[in-house]
């Protein structure tokens, strides 16, 4: 399985963790398990996904790719050797509605031009 790591997801509603993970697994594979292990109760069971898609990473100010391992970011992790829990920083992508279009063609077609001589 290789090295774990201890790692807090941060959400403004509140943290889930610390989970052991581990830093050979890719991103994607620690969003399953953050849904997996996201509150039924509490200020987070509002905010809980519907999906591991729905899920953003953040890490050391940036996002995380889903392709990407722990082990292959070292600013992420810090030290290895040292017994300290990471924190990731969690953001929820709700699904969009489509785009209303209507709108924006009345915009387009209402385009014109005054001059005043």
């Known amino acids: 399985m ?7 997801f941060r959400h403004t509603a509140g943290d889930v963790g610390p989970l052991s993970v581990s830093t050979a697994s890719p991103v994607s594979a620690l969003k399953e398990q953050l849904l997996a292990a996201w509150p039924a109760d509490g200020p987070l069971a509002a905010e809980r996904p519907a999906s591991a898609g729905e899920i953003r990473l953040i890490g050391a100010g940036k ?7 722990l082990s292959s970011l070292p600013h992420v992790l810090g030290d290895p050797a040292a017994d300290i829990v990471i924190t990731l920083h969690v953001v929820l992508r709700k699904p969009q509605a489509a785009k209303q279009s209507a709108p924006k063609q009345q915009q387009e077609e209402s385009k014109g031009c005054c001059v005043i001589c």
Do not use: D, M, P, Q
Request: no cysteine.
């Open 2 to 8: 290789g090295e774990t790591a201890r790692v807090r």
């Open 63 to 69: 996002f995380l790719e889903n392709s990407t391992s």
